[in-house]
């Protein structure tokens, strides 16, 4: 079986984020960039599923981006990934634009099974996904926390509002992984070695004309300081007010 692992090549959450000029993306300057912490657990979830499937399976990870996201698959491919697709572009896609050019590739492929993590954390809009499986018309199970497969047929418990529910279905199908999926194993000196061996494919990207603009980028407004309004219960009363009248919370 051949199962692909679609990946991300976003910033670090932990990285100072600053605006571009042009006002509609960020400054690249300084930034450092990782693999999608949610497409790690996808990673986990596709190469744990390959070994029970034995040495008949093999795991293809799938990036749309520019030459940068070769690290990102370089990632990948060390923590046990047989290959790496590179979709090539330079533009900026929208969550369409991606869902286009990954769906293409997973057909070409032929791949039956795809993991991904169930949101990229640079847009968070948690949608390529089911975008994906539309347009290949394969089933999707989304923010998934436990994953079986038997056969061609899949078992998920997923994530809802409150609580978990139980998904069925059956291959072809795409899973988003959450965390809590499993824990992603760490690249080993021999997988960084093996890596070096292993393919990137470099492909053009499927061009899509995008469905949705950035008109601006803003940081969120900086937090008001705050005020000790005493170190006893005689500011309790002043605490009371100043949350009724001035925060409105009470």
Known sequence: MKIAVCISHVPDTATKI????????????????????????????????????????????????????????????????????????????????????????????????????????????????????????????????????DGQDITCEREIEGGKEVVAAQLPCIITAQKGLNEPRYASLKGIMSAKKKTIEEKSAVETESNTEVIGLKKPPAKNPGRILGTDSSAVHELVRLLREEAKVI
């Open 18 to 149: 600053n605006i571009a000029d042009n006002g509609k993306e960020i400054d690249p300057a300084g930034v450092t960039y990782i693999i999608n912490p949610y497409d790690e657990f996808a990673v986990e979830e596709a190469l744990t599923t390959k070994e029970t499937l034995g040495d008949d399976s093999e795991v293809i990870a799938i990036s749309v981006g520019n030459d940068k996201n070769k690290e990102t698959i370089k990632k990948a491919l060390a923590m046990g990934v047989d290959s790496g697709v590179l979709l090539k572009i330079e533009s900026q896609l929208d969550s369409f634009g991606i869902a286009k050019a990954l769906a293409e590739e997973i057909k070409a492929q032929g791949c039956d099974l795809v993991f991904m993590g169930k949101q990229s954390v640079d847009f968070d809009n948690q949608i390529v996904g089911q975008m994906t499986s539309a347009i290949l018309d394969y089933s999707c199970i989304s923010v998934v926390v436990d994953f079986k497969l």
